[in-house]
């Protein structure tokens, strides 16, 4: 892969991303990837209500098709600052690898594509899918299993980072939003009132009390939490947002149910406590014996990448969690992902993107 075609990329992710593009608020990015996806050629190009965009390169026919996916939301306000600091073989800036470069990649495939005058045997969808991160809930990503599902050979999705990770398992996620209600008053007046915030903060001892197994990794984590009116105001509402994880979908279940009970329990006279779902990433995985599997790891080690077999929580989830095989993969390495100095390293893009090319051409010969 060219030097000039690598450039091309880098420059194309940090197009990318200088467009804001929050979850739920996708649109221009959407539009500036329909435009793309156009002017490259790409066939049937659509984007669709939610702000998906798709578009298909031509196969021969021979076999079914291959989806390749990157999520174009960001987990940064529209109102981040979205400057770069390039060095040498280093790029700064929120959401350049997360997953600008990650939606990129999908343009670089049909560029090397191209390059290297490779027809597949079966047509190759690309999509640009929305509503990955935060409580985008994998929407996106659920409209494009819907769309292809069993059809499809396989389902590739992109990461800007993490080149070796191979995600092949997806992390069970659940989230809610837990709200404590009281009449309020005021703060010497009504002194000995229950306040809202008070009943909450004591619930998040509560649950932060709750014993996690190691085994399976299971994690609780109060990310959110508001409340009150004013300084010398007893608050009658409070609330928290709350992410639960595990490895294992009992255990997930086990700790929702001890979340929930505790929620119940916290309500007395004068104290109303609600728990309402926000967010669920559905538990699934292929065994790392899985023909998909083997193959990325063969590709990965052929251009010098040691491939290391991971669990987490990414649009793969979604078709992994109906029994489809599906992997998530990184194109270059990096860090700080989901801060404001977040980073990527281009010099090993190279590999990445090589490596991508060969997993693709590899699952038409080795998946149909």
Not at 62 to 83: E, N
Request: charged share 20%; aromatic share 4%; glycine share 12%.
């Amino acid at each position: 892969m060219n030097a000039a075609l690598l450039t091309r990329v880098v420059d194309l992710a940090v197009a990318i991303q200088q467009i804001p593009a929050p979850t739920f608020a996708e649109a221009q990015r959407a539009a500036f990837l329909r435009l793309l996806f156009e002017q490259q050629g790409l066939s049937d190009v659509i984007m669709d209500e939610l702000g998906n965009v798709v578009g298909r390169i031509p196969g021969m026919g021979l076999q079914p098709p291959l989806v390749v996916t990157a999520h174009t939301d960001t987990v940064f306000p529209t109102s981040t600052d979205l400057r770069l600091q390039r060095q040498a073989e280093r790029i700064y800036g929120p959401g350049i690898g997360d997953n600008s470069l990650g939606v990129a990649g999908l343009i670089g495939l049909t560029w090397a594509l191209q390059e290297q005058k490779i027809t597949l045997p079966g047509d190759l969808w690309l999509a640009a899918n929305v509503g990955e991160e935060g409580l985008g809930n994998l929407c996106g990503m659920r409209r494009v299993v819907d769309r292809f599902g069993e059809r499809a050979l396989a389902y590739i999705i992109l990461e800007g980072m993490a080149l070796g990770q191979v995600y092949h398992r997806g992390l069970g996620v659940q989230r809610f939003r837990i709200t404590a209600h009281t009449a309020g008053g005021h703060s010497w007046v009504d002194f000995g009132h229950p306040s809202a915030i008070h009943e909450l903060t004591g619930l998040v001892t509560r649950l932060t009390a709750i014993p996690l197994p190691k085994h399976p990794r299971t994690s609780l984590n109060v990310g959110l939490i508001g409340g009150g009116t004013s300084v010398n105001t007893i608050a009658a509402e409070a609330w928290l947002e709350l992410d639960l994880r595990s490895e294992s979908e009992r255990a997930l279940l086990a700790l929702h149910q001890q979340v929930d009970a505790l929620a119940r329990g916290a309500e007395r006279e004068g104290v109303r406590v609600s728990i309402e779902p926000i967010g669920d990433r559905p538990v699934g995985k292929i065994a790392a014996s899985h023909s998909l599997v083997r193959l990325v790891k063969r590709c990965l080690e052929t251009h010098g990448i040691k491939p290391s077999l991971s669990i987490g929580s990414t649009d793969a989830n979604l078709p992994l969690s109906r029994g489809l095989p599906a992997v998530c993969l990184g194109l270059t390495t990096g860090g700080g992902a989901h801060t404001l100095q977040e980073y990527i390293n281009t010099a090993p893009l190279q590999n990445g993107l090589s490596c991508l090319v060969d997993i693709v051409r590899g699952v038409f010969q080795e998946l149909a």
